[in-house]
């Protein structure tokens, strides 16, 4: 099966991940490359189209219902095959369950016993004296081949593991992304051989530039809504806080358009601060009530230290901005510091969890590790492949005795399962504020789990704060994960 269906799904779920630092990049656009030089050879052999651009339109009015979550004092499980996922992600999607998994209860000491599926064949688990839900799932393919999700200790909420088993579902397969071409009017002259173009967040090198605009062929733009709105989005740093930019929506996008932008709009500039370094990497994304998805917006490779500079879009008028840095630690591990924050802040401050794991010690019977950040994590989520490389075995917990112990202890019927267990890693994860769950989504979505947290009223809006380690096996494995997300 091919990694466009995962691929998806990392990009539109509720957990931005960390992944999305290092391997996948949603709404791709042009060269791989995060530097740009657009030009040091001013002769282009190419030139620019003069080709009619198709028309904008006026914001769209979104017409998809916001999918709200209403708040449960269990956790709600799916088992569902990942062929049948198509489309945004929900935990109330139309999507195929699976038979192929028993999921057990935690008893005690280790022991647990299996429960049945409920009328809409989901779990119901409930919660423990300590308010944390224990269960595992233990899917066997057709093959026989047996893979474990084990939530030991998470809160309530809704979770859904996938069964990657080829089946023969008809769904509809057609995506709301587009190939399109951008041209870039008014370019500010001479062209700067220090600026940076970009185009929704995507740093461009090989733009052809003539005459004052540029032009970018094969641009992936993907729709805002489930009813295919588009936005294109188009910044240009001339030099530092000299940020240009512009921007169109669009409707019934057909592959191979020609889209035009002019950079009619000078980027607000607001500062950013921080208790600890976040190095030099960091990119910035919008989001607006009734999208489906946030848009990227900036990617700055420039800045370092514990302060900087953010562009503020305000002709988008967005309700919030989705702030994403990483910062990398010396044993190879990597830091990803995630903030939401009001569009309407003028300056922001970032407290950094200070959180690393080392020393991950794998055998058949526990997983351990050291911590050795300035942070506790508040949860942590491991990974196992054995040596041909499959994914056997994944856990996730909340527990206080096992981020305490810094081990996890294996039930003895999956020491079997363990016995050629080869590579493992590790991710800790944290929030910002004690009740705010969204954290969970990041260490769940690195072991292949989904997990979308209970909506309640005493949360506060900006939910989407949290920071990961992602130990250094762990990114050494993140191109695996791609292929192999859920087994």
């Not at 600026?195 to 005459?211: C, F, K, P, T, W």
């Amino acid at each position: 099966m091919s990694t466009k269906a995962p691929l998806n799904i990392l990009c539109n779920s509720l957990a931005i991940t960390a992944l999305a630092l290092t391997v996948v990049s949603c709404g791709k656009a042009g060269s791989k490359s995060t530097t740009i030089t657009p030009s040091e050879v001013l002769v282009q052999l190419k030139k620019i189209p003069a080709t009619q651009a198709a028309s904008f339109v006026t914001e769209p009015s979104i017409t998809s219902p916001v999918i709200e979550i209403p708040k449960v004092e269990h956790a709600v499980l799916r088992h569902v095959y990942r062929e049948s996922i198509n489309g945004k992600l929900s935990p109330f999607a139309d999507f195929l369950e699976s038979p192929n998994a028993v999921v057990e209860q935690h008893i005690a000491f280790g022991f647990y016993t299996e429960i049945s599926a409920e009328e809409d064949d989901s779990y119901i688990i409930e919660l423990d004296d300590n308010d944390l839900a224990y269960f595992r799932i233990t899917n066997t393919r057709p093959s026989g081949r047996k893979r474990v999700h084990n939530f030991y200790g998470v809160p309530a909420g809704y979770y859904m593991t996938l069964d990657t088993t080829d089946i023969d579902h008809e769904k509809n397969t057609e995506s709301s992304c587009r190939n399109i071409a951008v041209r870039i009017d008014n370019l500010p002259l001479p062209i700067n051989l220090s600026a940076r173009l970009m185009i929704n967040g995507q740093v461009i090198n090989d733009a052809v530039y003539e005459d004052g605009q540029a032009y970018q062929e094969y641009v992936n733009l993907c729709a805002i809504s489930q009813d295919k709105d588009y936005l294109l989005v188009v910044a240009y740093e001339d030099e530092e806080r000299d940020i240009k930019y512009g921007f169109n929506y669009y409707k019934g996008l057909v592959d191979d358009d020609l889209l035009e932008i002019s950079l009619d709009h000078q980027a607000d500039i607001i500062e950013w601060s921080s208790d600890h370094q976040l190095d030099n990497s960091f990119s910035l994304s919008g989001k607006k009530d009734g999208w489906s998805v946030a848009i990227n917006l900036y990617h700055n490779e420039l800045q370092n230290g514990m302060n900087g500079y953010l562009p503020k879009f305000s002709m988008l008028a967005l309700e919030s901005y989705h702030f994403l840095g990483r910062y990398e630690e010396s044993r190879g591990g990597i830091n990803a510091v995630k903030r939401e924050f009001s569009a309407n802040d003028v300056t922001v401050s970032f407290d950094v969890n200070q959180m690393q794991i080392d020393d991950i010690n794998l055998t058949p019977n526990q997983i351990s590790w050291q911590s050795i950040g300035q942070d506790s994590e508040k949860i942590v989520s491991g990974i196992i492949f054995d040596q041909s490389l499959t994914q056997t075995y994944a856990f996730m917990s909340m527990d206080p005795d096992v981020l305490r112990d810094k081990q996890f202890n294996f039930p003895l019927d999956n020491i079997e399962l363990l016995l050629e267990s080869a590579v493992s890693s590790l991710v800790a994860a944290s929030g910002t504020a004690d009740k705010q769950h969204h954290f969970v989504s990041s260490a769940a979505l690195f072991s292949g789990f989904l997990y979308w947290p209970s909506t309640s009223d005493e949360i506060d809006a900006n939910q989407l704060n949290s920071d990961i380690f992602i130990s250094g096996d762990g990114s050494e494995l993140l191109d695996l994960l791609i292929k192999e997300l859920g087994g």
